[in-house]
């Protein structure tokens, strides 16, 4: 990934730095307390040659740079080196907290060096320079020591190349320790700036996904309030005309018409209470809706009950249905029928539903004016093809040849998984 390629570890947080500050005090603190002590009990490892202050100034010049180890880790790790080997080169360097303080200085490169080709051979340099140092250091104390190895020596092997040996191993684990836990270090905080950018494109995702959902909910919805306001409405609006004009010549039937008209608003509250009432219940899913394609013939009836002339019928044999494709195929019928209704002024609406091999067919045919309810209905017909095309299927609407308006659509059915409608 380029963005972890190009990653570079931030800087040390203020509280960082002020740890650093303390550390780095206490470092010093430390050196000078230890060129005291071992000054003052004569086991100065080079003997005292050197004044106090002298040996006070080296051991305070190569801890005290520890105060910006992470801050600036590079510079920190070139002067405590420089001042290292400066020290031993007089014979005046304190040894104890000297090696911890190249030690954190090499770690602190590997860990937080930003420049990472950089980090790594600066860290080699030094390496390499402390041993090469050492030997160095091995000549000289070559042309000193005794034939018989320093007081004290066994013999049992050659005392020179005996602490060869030992200085090597311990600076190979020093040195190879600080650079491993340096290195760690910065992969540890990669992987944990990975797996917050993780965690982010997860949250933008889940963001994403709910907004989706959200969307698709609100179109869910629109779809199936306009499906059941915009049929009822219709109705009752035609049942109101009807009633007005009946209202003097034909008391019975206007009464019968505003009956109607009462019914279909109380339907028209209960479908909206249904869907209302789930919106209230955050989490809890979807009542499935008490409609089906059994409710077609009562679809049906209420529009006889409008005026029109309306016929419903089957053809093949009935298979149960998936609730859904059950559901989607009475909002067909049911959109079909209200644009008949509103926009095409139509006398007779024809409905049929054919139960093929792999389809279930609806088709609604009217008498009115096609152009209009194709002109009127863009919503609704958005929401039929939307409908349909969740299960694959097909719709075609249009003006038909020997006048009045058209919907068929087929719904696939998977014979092999179909359930009971419920």
């Given at each position: ?11 040390p ?69 420089v ?10 360097q304190?040894?104890?907290f ?20 950089r ?58 320790f ?7 270090a ?47 409405v ?11 004009r009946?209202m ?39 009542p ?17 009950d ?77 929401g ?39």
């Amino acid at each position: 990934m380029a963005i972890l390629d190009e990653w570079q570890r931030p800087g040390p947080t203020s509280r960082q730095r002020r740890i650093d500050l303390f550390i780095g005090l206490a470092a010093v603190a430390g050196a000078l307390l230890n060129v005291v002590l071992a000054r003052a009990s004569g086991v100065w490892v080079w003997g005292i040659e050197r004044s106090a202050a002298e040996q006070l100034l080296w051991a305070f010049a190569v801890t005290f740079p520890l105060i910006w180890r992470r801050s600036h880790p590079e510079a920190v790790l070139a002067v405590t080196a420089v001042v290292f080997i400066g020290g031993q080169v007089r014979s005046v360097q304190e040894i104890q907290f000297a090696s911890g303080a190249i030690f954190a200085a090499i770690y602190a490169v590997g860990a937080w060096g930003r420049d990472r080709p950089r980090a790594r051979w600066l860290r080699i340099a030094v390496i390499g320079a402390m041993f090469a140092w050492l030997a160095v250091a091995f000549l000289i104390a070559a042309d000193k020591m005794p034939p018989g190895g320093p007081p004290g020596a066994t013999g049992d092997l050659p005392p020179l190349l005996s602490g060869i040996v030992n200085q090597v191993l311990i600076n190979v684990l020093v040195f190879a320790f600080a650079y491993w836990f340096g290195e760690t270090a910065w992969l540890a905080a990669r992987r944990e700036h990975e797996l917050t950018l993780q965690a982010d494109e997860i949250g933008r995702a889940r963001a994403s996904a709910e907004e989706r959902a959200v969307l698709g909910e609100r179109v869910r919805i629109a779809r199936e309030l306009h499906d059941v306001v915009a049929h009822h409405v219709s109705v009752m609006g035609i049942q109101a005309s009807a009633a007005r004009r009946a209202m003097d010549r034909h008391p019975q039937a206007a009464s019968a018409a505003l009956t109607a008209v009462e019914q279909g608003a109380r339907t028209a509250v209960d479908e909206l209470h249904r869907m209302l009432g789930a919106l209230r219940a955050p989490g809890e899913p979807v009542p499935p809706a008490p409609v089906g394609v059994e409710h077609v013939a009562d679809l049906t009836a209420r529009v006889r009950d409008a005026g029109l002339t309306a016929e419903y019928a089957v053809f093949g044999d009935p298979v149960p249905l998936p609730a859904s494709i059950s559901q989607t195929a009475y909002r067909i019928v049911q959109e079909a029928v209200t644009n008949a209704l509103k926009h095409a002024n139509a006398s007779t609406v024809d409905v049929r539903i054919r139960y093929l091999a792999r389809e279930l067919e609806v088709d609604v045919a009217d008498d009115g004016r096609g152009a209009n309810a194709a002109a009127g209905s863009g919503l609704g017909l958005a929401g039929m093809r939307e409908r349909v095309a969740l299960h694959g299927g097909t719709v075609e609407a249009g003006p038909r040849s020997s006048g009045g308006f058209r919907v068929r659509a087929r719904l696939p059915l998977d014979t092999s998984r179909l359930v009971e409608a419920q």
